[in-house]
T-cell receptor, first 112, second 112 residues
């Protein structure tokens, strides 16, 4: 089966750096996504990793280790608007096609 | 910037009634998805659709659910006989050749 674990909540200070971890177990791994979701809104895409290593995009970076079943999302120079839920999601390939399995999300609170 | 649109934004229905949720994916996208999110819970994959057929579906997507692409622009999710537990936010998403899935704003379904 599939399982995705990430911390429920984190708190960080404006201007700081925060790392949100995600561990996963899946049978047909085909990539890992990070999404941001503000309350009452749709998820918005942040990053995609399919190979090991670090992907950097502005203030956001995402890391993947397939052998460890582990990823993290790094947010730098935190802003108040970064307060949101961060969803780790794994694309799993079965015989028919792909399905994307989401973790429960990490709610990040950025304080002044 | 192109975006996924969904109608209606909020649908209220009586238990046992049929509902159709509508989505207009981004015009040159080829892959279409439905997800649901029960209030306070994680995003759950329902179904993926490619080349006019279902490519993958989850255990949630039982015989009460169906999807259709009736014309070149719309993508619909039908629930034949709604249950109380179908109350959720339903998100449509689409993707092109890349891996980023663009989510619509969602339809909030309330079953009474």
């Amino acid at each position: 089966g599939q399982n995705i674990d990430q911390p429920t909540e984190m708190t960080a200070t404006e201007g700081a750096i925060v790392q949100i971890n995600c561990t996963y177990q899946t049978s047909g791994f085909n990539g890992l996504f990070w999404y941001q979701q503000h309350a009452g809104e749709a998820p918005t895409f942040l990053s995609y990793n399919v190979l090991d290593g670090l992907e950097e995009k502005g203030r956001f970076s995402s890391f993947l280790s397939r052998s460890k079943g582990y990823s993290y999302l790094l947010l730098k120079e935190l802003q108040m608007k970064d307060s949101a839920s961060y969803l780790c999601a794994v694309r799993d390939r079965n015989t028919g096609g792909f399905k994307t399995i989401f973790g429960a999300g990490t709610r990040l609170f950025v304080k002044a | 910037e192109p975006e996924v649109t969904q109608t209606p934004s909020h649908q209220v229905t009586q238990m046992g009634q049929e509902v159709i949720l509508r989505c207009v994916p981004i015009s040159n996208h080829l892959y279409f998805y439905w997800y649901r999110q029960i209030l306070g819970q994680k995003v759950e994959f329902l179904v993926s659709f490619y080349n006019n057929e279902i490519s993958e579906k989850s255990e949630i997507f039982d015989d009460q659910f169906s999807v259709e692409r009736p014309d070149g622009s719309n993508f619909t999710l039908k629930i034949r006989s709604t249950k109380l537990e179908d109350s959720a936010m339903y998100f449509c998403a689409s993707s092109g050749q890349g891996n980023e899935q663009f989510f619509g704003p969602g339809t909030r379904l309330t079953v009474l």
